[in-house]
């Protein structure tokens, strides 16, 4: 769930050598690869590669529901894919036409099974957690030196959130993420599809609506970069990227991200084929080359994501490696938490409750 | 009537049912239809192949259920009536600032008109979405408008405006801001100016010639403007969402929640066929009135 800084879709179509050369098309995350992977993807196979990008999974979802949306790669976050496969947006994976299949990682093909049995429609691309971007400065001045950095506390507690209100805080525009950590907060089941259940978590928002200054899920990146805000719930390659930016600016401002310990979401960006791909052919060529270890390497060390591809670690950079941010240790791997997607009613609840929390209305 | 004038009559006609009729048949369509876990994500879908008893099933499938959740649910009429607000006050600010603009266009110098022309026009010419942006950046907490205000001393603390429905109006009034001003401009540069000087010579003021014939004169370009702004501000999505608040409820926004959010895309079309309801019936009632007031006259 890689949101990009900009809400633009924006067209990087590579110049091709041939004009008559065979296309494919692929519609992935903004500002989610090493551009220069696509320039070597076009040299190796003499493919012509489209690649476009969007920043929402419901704007990729209302494309691929609509049908003919020309693109032979897409890729959805796993609630998301497991829903588009059940309206048949799919078309299975050919095993025999990707060789690199074998440098996938069990744990995270044992998790993403969940949403895609078998794995039989998809390849993880990426994947990360959803937990607390903090201002370390800002915050223990506002609330002393044992601050809860890495508890949920910091966010849902009214008592500390009165006071970060002051410093500015910011919360995901996204429902499907900020309504499973409530429910962890009060100790139920985050996946839980129990609308009474749900409606629990009005109260917990109610009491700290006051002190969010806003819902929104790409700009917290610049803010907490910035020093404008002091605390983000956001995505961790978003936080990390704001942390890189404030060290960057060396503007004094440091910035921590923290999976929270009561247990913190987990998601995953599968690359899929949609049932109508022009060219399935050229799309399995694309998802051999991205699985291919020195590749998906190449694009974790641009963007500072985890993946799902275990040959690749070898050649991964000790910054992203080595951070326990982005591949959390054994501990914290058994405390992150899934979510299976919510059918058209509940869903209907969940989208008009947040409207609630976020508008009073 | 000839035939040449019943073609010419054809063209205007063929377009409103291409352009109009048939998309707006489509959505009412779905507006009828529940929604499915499918491509497209609605049911039914007509079935042309199964002939006429298939077109019955289609419709019996049909209802009217949509349209009572959006009556049964307080979001939906606040939204429209939060929409209605925002959109008559900002076509009433924007006619407050574009008539000027538009009366002093129409008496500048001759030579300078086409410069000025152009002024108005050349906002259009970079993206619409980069210039709400920018906005962003003037009214932001550390923008150029509070860093200005802090620095003439008017203000001691930043002023809250992006994300708030003030900033809605900014936009709204900005964007819009030619719509207005080239129809009313256009109907004052065309006002004959021996008019005002028999009003003169007829012992009227300056100020009472202007309001008793130049005003009036004018209400067909300002009505026109008015029209042009109200209409889009209502439906209008990207201004709300980029510099309104999570409070800002309007009605846009509601339906891109019940279509992507929801996936539902028969409420979505129910929202924006009352949409649609709300905006053709003052418009039909008005053209008629003006219709009969033109009999009138002559």
Same mark, same amino acid.
């Given at each position: ?142 609330? *002393?030196?044992?601050?809860?950095? +890495?508890?949920? =506390?910091?966010?849902? %507690?009214?008592? @500390?959130? $009165? ?99 009561? *247990?913190?979401?987990?998601?995953? +960006?599968?690359? =899929?084929?949609?049932? %109508?791909?022009? @060219?399935? $052919? ?80 | ?298």
């Amino acid at each position: 769930m890689k949101q990009g800084i900009s809400t633009l879709l924006v067209t990087v179509s590579l110049t091709a050598t041939a004009a008559m050369a065979e296309e494919v098309r692929v519609y992935n995350w903004s500002d989610y690869i090493d551009e220069e992977l696509l320039a070597k993807f076009e040299e190796e196979t003499g493919l012509d590669l489209i690649y476009d990008v969007f920043d929402s999974n419901e704007v990729l979802e209302t494309k691929m529901l609509a049908g003919g949306s020309g693109y032979d790669v897409v890729v959805p976050s796993g609630t998301f894919l497991q829903r588009q496969i059940m309206a048949g947006a799919f078309q299975k994976l050919d095993a025999e036409k990707l060789p690199n299949l074998e440098n996938m990682w069990d744990v995270i093909e044992k998790r993403t099974a969940q949403y895609d049995p078998d794995n039989a429609y998809s390849i993880n691309y990426m994947w990360g957690t959803t937990g607390i971007g903090a201002n370390v400065g800002k915050v223990q001045e506002v609330l *002393g030196e044992d601050a809860p950095l +890495d508890s949920l =506390a910091l966010v849902f %507690d009214p008592a @500390n959130m $009165e006071k970060l209100a002051e410093c500015g805080v910011y919360f995901l525009d996204a429902p499907a993420e900020m309504i499973p950590a409530a429910l962890k907060y009060i100790g139920e089941d985050p996946d839980s599809h129990d609308p009474d259940v749900i409606a629990k978590t009005e109260e917990v928002f109610m009491a700290i609506r006051p002190y969010i200054s806003k819902f929104n899920s790409s700009e917290y990146i610049n803010a907490l970069a910035n020093g404008d805000i002091c605390v983000a719930v956001g995505w961790s390659g978003d936080i990390l990227q704001a942390r890189d930016r404030a060290v960057e600016a060396d503007n004094g401002v440091e910035i921590v991200y923290n999976a929270a310990k009561e *247990g913190a979401q987990m998601w995953f +960006d599968q690359m =899929a084929i949609p049932a %109508d791909a022009p @060219n399935p $052919e050229g799309a399995h060529v694309f998802l051999n080359f991205i699985m291919d270890a020195q590749n998906m390497a190449a694009a974790s060390n641009y963007v500072y994501y985890a993946n799902g591809n275990k040959a690749s670690q070898e050649f991964l950079v000790e910054d992203v490696i080595g951070d326990t941010a982005i591949y959390p240790d054994e501990a914290t791997l058994d405390n992150l938490f899934t979510t299976t997607p919510y059918d058209a009613k509940v869903q209907r609840v969940v989208t008009r409750l947040w409207t609630k929390i976020k508008s009073g209305t | 009537m000839n035939p040449r004038k019943a073609l010419l009559i054809l063209v205007p006609y063929l377009w409103l049912l291409a352009l109009f009729l048939v998309p707006f048949l489509i959505v009412l369509k779905i507006s009828l239809s529940d929604v499915a876990l499918s491509i497209p994500p609605y049911t039914p879908t007509l079935d042309l192949s199964a002939g006429w008893a298939g077109f019955r099933d289609f419709l019996s499938e049909l209802d009217f259920e949509n349209y009572v959740f959006l009556s049964e649910d307080s979001l939906y009429w606040k939204s429209y009536l939060s929409s209605l607000k925002i959109a008559l006050i900002s076509t009433f600010l924007t006619l407050l600032v574009g008539y000027p603009v538009a009366y002093g266009m129409a008496n500048a110098p001759d030579e300078w008109r086409p410069t000025l022309m152009m002024l108005v026009i050349l906002p259009f010419w970079t993206s619409f979405l980069i210039r709400v942006y920018a906005w962003m950046g003037i009214l932001s907490n550390e923008g150029f408008l509070n860093q200005f205000l802090l620095w003439t001393g008017l203000i001691s603390e930043p002023l809250t405006i992006l994300n708030t429905n003030t900033a809605v109006y900014i936009g709204i009034v900005y964007t819009y801001l030619p719509f207005m001003i080239l129809p009313i401009y256009a109907t004052l540069e065309k006002l004959d100016a021996s008019l005002l000087e028999a009003a003169e010579d007829l012992g009227c003021t300056r100020a009472g010639a202007f309001w008793l014939v130049t005003l009036p004169l004018s209400r067909p370009g300002m009505i026109a403007g008015c029209f042009l702004v109200f209409i889009p501000a209502l439906g209008e999505f990207v201004i709300p969402s980029l510099l309104g608040g999570s409070d800002t409820l309007m009605i846009g926004k509601v339906l891109w929640e019940e279509f992507f959010s929801n996936r539902d895309w028969p409420v979505a079309s129910a929202v924006a066929v009352v949409l649609l309801a709300i905006l053709i019936v003052p418009i039909i009632l008005f053209q008629r009135q003006q219709q009969r007031q033109q009999e009138a006259e002559q």
